[in-house]
T-cell receptor
Framework: DAGVIQSPRHEVTEMGQEVTLRCKPISGHNSLFWYRQTMMRGLELLIYFNNNVPIDDSGMPEDRFSAKMPNASFSTLKIQPSEPRDSAVYFC??????????????FGPGTRLTVL | DQQVKQNSPSLSVQEGRISILNCDYTNSMFDYFLWYKKYPAEGPTFLIS?????DKNEDGRFTVFLNKSAKHLSLHIVPSQPGDSAVYFC????????????FGTGTRLKVLA
């Protein structure tokens, strides 16, 4: 299996621009998670989906952030408009399901976002 | 408020010696704990986990210890190898957010050859 795939790997944009990050989960996994990594806060959970349905978006920092999962093999995280404080590494992770807590989450390689 | 804390941002250890990484948590509802390892430019990868019904779990050179009364867990790597140099994240889950992992800020381990 190719694992979780994220694109782009690096994104540099200017403040005010729209940014779209993409994720393809592992085939057969029903749960998908978006995280943001910063030095100060470590890995923060932004939102997660189960069977393409958003379950908890309480970690989404502001209305400028939105996420969709139109089908089982694709998800996007959009920031509009972007701000310099959004600069971070964004990870997508997938997991077999949401039942119990022992299923492992598998992470993608991340997208490093820089907002100038 | 950080529910999972890794108070040491970095740690250096000589090759062959023991590495001990520490993690503290505040939520007594957490019942499952994990360690992830992260190399530069890669995503975190699962390393080892422990359920709250145990106080120790071993996997090769890696052992995780859980002290529930102190709300503390630690990861021991023996012997440490240069390839172990990475950032280690502690995570916890349980309670109402069973499938949510709450991560710490990470500890950067450097194993010196």
């Amino acid at each position: 299996d190719a694992g979780v795939i994220q694109s782009p790997r690096h994104e540099v944009t200017e403040m005010g621009q729209e940014v779209t990050l993409r994720c393809k989960p592992i085939s057969g996994h029903n749960s998908l998670f978006w995280y943001r990594q910063t030095m100060m806060r470590g890995l923060e959970l932004l939102i997660y989906f189960n069977n393409n349905v958003p379950i908890d978006d309480s970690g989404m920092p502001e209305d400028r952030f939105s996420a969709k999962m139109p089908n089982a093999s694709f998800s996007t995280l959009k920031i509009q408009p972007s701000e310099p404080r959004d600069s971070a590494v964004y990870f997508c992770a997938s997991r077999l399901g949401l039942a119990g807590n022992t299923d492992t989450q598998y992470f993608g390689p991340g997208t490093r976002l820089t907002v100038l | 408020d950080q529910q999972v804390k890794q108070n040491s941002p970095s740690l250096s250890v000589q090759e062959g010696r023991i590495s001990i990484l520490n993690c503290d948590y505040t939520n007594s509802m957490f019942d499952y704990f994990l360690w992830y390892k992260k190399y530069p430019a890669e995503g975190p990868t699962f390393l080892i986990s422990i359920s709250s019904i145990k106080d120790k779990n071993e996997d090769g050179r890696f052992t995780v210890f859980l002290n529930k009364s102190a709300k503390h867990l630690s990861l021991h790597i023996v012997p440490s190898q240069p390839g172990d140099s990475a950032v280690y994240f502690c995570a916890a889950s349980g309670g109402s957010g069973t499938y949510k992992y709450i991560f710490g800020t990470g500890t950067r381990l450097k194993v010196l050859a």
